[in-house]
């Protein structure tokens, strides 16, 4: 009698731990699924991230399988990254559902795992093929497929949403080519609005861009696959597009022998205060209250220098006092530097000056420990 006092408990513990693990299983799954989908801010989800961790690993692999050594042949390699890793992240999520009701059902009294997983893929795919074996299962069985109904609704209504997002960013990004050139250049786009349109011209174009700096928070934070998303043209780039507005406001409000004009300022804070929501993210540790010079930043007198002589040969109206204006550019490049140079070199960006040439591109294990840091 003891013996088989101490068997029934042992089956008991079996199926109690095998339940537990498939509950586990599925309410990981669709916290992963809900943070991704539907939180309306950043939302580090484990599964998500792991997905990410893994596809990134494996683009990696073929280009180094590969070897492809230039950034065109990576460019055109990495611009399936995010687009397959979206696709791939619903196939994980119904898969680990329907392992965890597999344990789920298991535990109920299915016996055989074939059966199981059986039970358990017909009901999360509504496929009604498994006979009646009792009330609890049966409602399992309604509770998992109401799950599967909702997966798909869920992803029917998040792919258009996520390419909306898209195409306003990339509508306004592709705009930049026009005014700044082709990498994108703060200096060429002083001097083209300078010569084309005007100086007075920038009071609106900082106002338009305030504005898309803060719809790319809002998007690339409760959206984050999109930070990955690469431009329809490969020298374009949403992030070497903002480094470029936010490098030519800086060098306006520091440098340009104009009216003060609070819009560039303005600017320059929503979109470091973007950037800074992005980064947030990766968990990645940046200097939130930064300045010059205690904080110092990559672009070099030498460098300014050069800018500033530039923009004279062009014609823009500039300050005389060279010395102050440098140190008022750094005081303002020095609040979104180190976020920018980050996600250039974690989206491996086309190149621009003073934004992607600054590093270089990210190795698989570089990735891994900056995007899969969960603390700081």
């Known amino acids: 009698m003891p013996l088989q006092v101490m068997i029934a408990g042992l089956e008991t513990l079996v199926n109690l731990g095998c339940f537990a693990l498939g509950a586990i299983t599925v309410y990981v799954?669709?916290?992963?699924?809900?943070?991704?989908?539907?939180?309306?801010?950043?939302?580090?989800?484990?599964?998500?991230?792991?997905?990410?961790?893994?596809?990134?690993?494996?683009?990696?692999?073929?280009?180094?399988?590969?070897?492809?050594?230039?950034?065109?042949?990576?460019?055109?390699v990495l611009n399936y990254f995010a687009p397959v890793t979206v696709l791939i992240l619903?196939?994980?999520?119904?898969?680990?559902?329907?392992?965890?009701?597999?344990?789920?059902?298991?535990?109920?009294?299915?016996?055989?795992?074939?059966?199981?997983?059986?039970i358990s893929g017909s009901s999360f795919?509504?496929?009604?093929?498994?006979?009646?074996?009792?009330?609890?299962?049966?409602?399992?069985?309604?509770?998992?497929?109401?799950?599967?109904?909702?997966?798909?609704?869920?992803?029917?209504?998040y792919l258009p949403t996520m390419y909306s997002n898209f195409s306003r960013r990339e509508a306004t990004v592709e705009l930049l080519s026009v005014r700044a050139g082709s990498p994108p250049s703060a200096i060429e786009m002083i001097s083209r609005i300078h010569r084309i349109r005007g100086l007075d011209y920038l009071h609106e174009l900082w106002e338009e861009w305030e504005i898309w700096f803060t719809e790319l928070e809002e998007s690339h934070t409760s959206l984050a696959p999109l930070i990955w998303f690469r431009s329809p043209q490969p020298e374009n780039s949403w992030i070497t597009a903002a480094g470029t507005v936010m490098d030519a406001a800086a060098l306006v409000t520091s440098t340009v022998d104009i009216p003060r004009d609070p819009s560039a300022q303005l600017c320059i804070r929503a979109g470091f205060i973007a950037l800074r929501r992005i980064t947030d993210f990766f968990f990645y540790r940046y200097d939130t209250n930064p300045h010059y010079p205690q904080t110092p930043i990559s672009i070099t007198r030498q460098e300014f220098d050069d800018a500033y002589d530039e923009l004279a040969a062009a014609g823009v109206p500039?300050?005389?006092?060279?010395?102050?204006?440098?140190?008022?550019?750094?005081?303002?490049?020095?609040?979104?530097?180190?976020?920018?140079?980050?996600?250039?070199?974690?989206?491996?960006?086309?190149?621009?000056?003073?934004?992607?040439?600054?590093g270089q591109p990210l190795t698989s294990e570089q990735f891994r420990s900056r995007y899969g840091r969960r603390d700081h």
Do not use: H
């Open 318 to 358: 500039l300050k005389a006092g060279r010395d102050q204006c440098w140190l008022d550019f750094a005081g303002w490049r020095v609040n979104y530097e180190e976020t920018l140079l980050f996600l250039a070199n974690i989206t491996q960006a086309p190149y621009a000056p003073w934004i992607s040439d600054r």
């Open 90 to 118: 619903p196939l994980v999520w119904v898969t680990y559902i329907i392992l965890g009701y597999m344990f789920m059902y298991w535990s109920m009294g299915v016996r055989g795992w074939e059966q199981a997983l059986t």
């Open 29 to 76: 799954t669709l916290a992963s699924a809900v943070r991704t989908f539907v939180v309306p801010r950043a939302q580090n989800a484990f599964l998500t991230r792991l997905v990410f961790l893994n596809m990134w690993s494996l683009f990696q692999l073929y280009i180094r399988w590969r070897k492809i050594d230039t950034y065109e042949g990576r460019d055109r």
């Open 125 to 157: 795919l509504t496929l009604g093929t498994t006979p009646f074996i009792n009330l609890p299962i049966t409602l399992f069985q309604f509770t998992e497929a109401t799950l599967g109904l909702g997966m798909v609704a869920l992803l029917i209504s």
